[in-house]
């Protein structure tokens, strides 16, 4: 195992400077003429090879060429004789069975060639079987229990190579590892191209009239050297018709189609949840953002109809992923010498709403120390779209900052993504469930907490979450032994709601004393509280529990009770505004106080 020392973290964010020669990279002239995005024109600079000089096979080169090439591109003169070390990690990259092409070979050296190459061989080696078993212990059955895990690959621009992460040399995100944030168009507007650049592991969908060429051009003028991007660096599906254009398809089975679903489906269950990672990992985290589509350029129109319309269901603002992708580190990708028409009607009223948009969403995302607001994330995720409805599920755990997370399991239901969800959250945000929802759940099992489809979709759940002041006691916790979901409370019974003439408000009769035979009735009081919970009857006995020094209540019925504890099924919330009606309750004291209460 590798020492992941804090040196060799400074040193794999450091940006690779080669004394080689100064290269010019552009598309073909033929795309050149129809990009309208300056940046994806040209550019110039050491380090970045042609996809010609790439595309040698490292098995044509031989050691020594492949030494010479590797000398030329870095600027340096190094030679098996000084550098004896250096032959083996050559030999492997010469090697027929290896199959690496000089893009790859070169990408796989780049981080190490100026620091310590005798031991290159040796710390990639390391690095590698860290990774792999960092990998394999962040899962644990169906949880996540490492959701800081780095992304599996990354596309190294200056080798226009998909790489896997350990060849960073490092064991965390490094600063010059930059994020690529994009909308996906729809299937009529995608193109999925098999390419070398990730080696041909899957076709990559990208929209039509797009080149990868010119996307890594424009990344390279805007800085980057290293950059995640998912139709790249994430396994995707293979659609069996794309297999007619999949350049070595003679040397295929029958079955490598399903062994290539088969490991598509077992990385989601790690890579698609710790997705937002890459993108959250520092606050100064350099996201390259395309609002319309990857490589697209930039536009803004008023028309809800046009592509290149906010209201449209494809725009970035548009879609569920996207959410944690937003940073205040964002670039512009796909910039234009003119990104909107001055003259269309509505236009500036469009630009307004699309900053006032992201300004909104920039201060609901968790930032810092400050605990994300659960309801306020459900909000923006309702005014967004997505492809799977589980989606929602894995975007809303990873900004909710849950320690542990459920695996990416395509194969069951919303609701079942949601129970494991649930089961994660922090406790804060299960008591706020409880006592903020305010209508019982729809799964007749879990009836304290709301349903996928009630907190996303119901007319009444918060906008955001209120500030409340819970005591420890006062926080549901999950028990995994007995999967049973309890706090300490303070519980009445036999309490009575009567209505009032102001609309929201009802009166609660209390019962004071014993709590057998006619003496039971014979003291009562009464308090004003508000209840929005439509299922509430007047005139009709519930039992009531209180958190937050009496302020926020549930009501429902008692469904069993023990010495010490009672298992409580909800029905609804109220709360108690009047300071002295709180007082009331406090001196008289009608209920059990550090009663546990068990959720049904």
Known sequence: MM????????????????????????????????????????????????????????????????????????????????????????????????????GYAYGRVRRGWF????????????????????RQRAIDDDLIIDPRVPPRRVWDLYSNRVLPFHVLLGADVPRNLWAISHSWVPDS?????????????????????????????????????????????????????????YPYRDTVDSQWLRRREKTRREEWRLDVPTIGYVYRCRPSQVVVTYFNGLGRPFRLSANSKSAW??????????????????????????????????????????????????????????????????????????????????????????????????????TISAETAWKRLVRELDPKFLTDLLFLFPVPGADRRARWRPSWKQLLRHPLTPRSTPPVSYLQQDLVQYDPAS???????????????????TAGSLEVEVLIGPRDGEQAKSWSFTIIVNCTSPSLETDTEYTIVATADLKYWLYGNTVNETSGSLTFQKLGIFDVDDAEDMDRLWHLNPGYADMRVIYA
């Open 3 to 102: 020492d992941e020392s804090r040196g060799s973290l400074e040193a794999s964010s450091a940006k690779q400077r080669t004394s080689g020669p100064i290269l010019t990279l552009t598309p073909p002239a033929s795309i050149n003429r129809r990009t309208v995005c300056p940046l994806q024109m040209k550019f110039k600079g050491t380090g970045a090879i042609c996809d010609s000089d790439a595309n040698i096979f490292c098995a044509d080169l031989g050691v020594d060429g492949l030494l010479d090439k590797l000398n030329h591109v870095f600027g340096t003169n190094y030679s098996l004789d000084k550098i004896p070390n250096l032959e083996a990690l050559l030999d492997e990259m010469v090697n027929d069975e290896s199959n690496y092409d000089f």
């Open 115 to 134: 620091c310590d190459v005798d031991y290159l061989h040796e710390r990639l080696n390391g690095h590698a079987e860290a990774d792999s078993g960092r």
């Open 189 to 245: 507007q995608l193109q999925r191209v098999w390419t070398r650049i990730n080696s041909c592991m899957w076709p990559v969908p990208i929209p039509l009239s797009v080149y990868l060429s010119q996307i890594r051009i424009e990344l390279l003028n805007l800085g980057a050297e290293y950059v995640w991007l998912d139709a790249l660096c994430l396994r995707q599906e293979i659609p069996p018709t794309t297999m007619l254009n």
């Open 309 to 410: 319309g906010i209201a449209n269901t494809n725009h970035w603002i548009n879609r569920v992923w996207t959410m944690q992708e937003a940073t205040p580190n964002w670039l512009l990708g796909g910039l234009t010498l003119q990104p909107f028409d001055d003259n269309e009607p509505g236009l500036w009223d469009t630009i307004t709403l699309f900053h006032q948009r992201m300004s909104d969403l920039l201060a609901v995302l968790p930032q810092g120390y400050t605990p994300p607001d659960l309801f306020a994330l459900v909000t923006f995720l309702r005014l967004r779209h997505s492809r799977r409805e589980n989606d929602y599920i894995s975007g809303l755990g990873y900004l909710l900052q849950c320690p542990v997370i459920p695996i990416y399991d395509e």
């Open 483 to 501: 999967d049973v979901f309890s706090n300490v409370a303070y519980v009445v019974d036999r309490c009575v709601f009567h209505p009032t003439e």
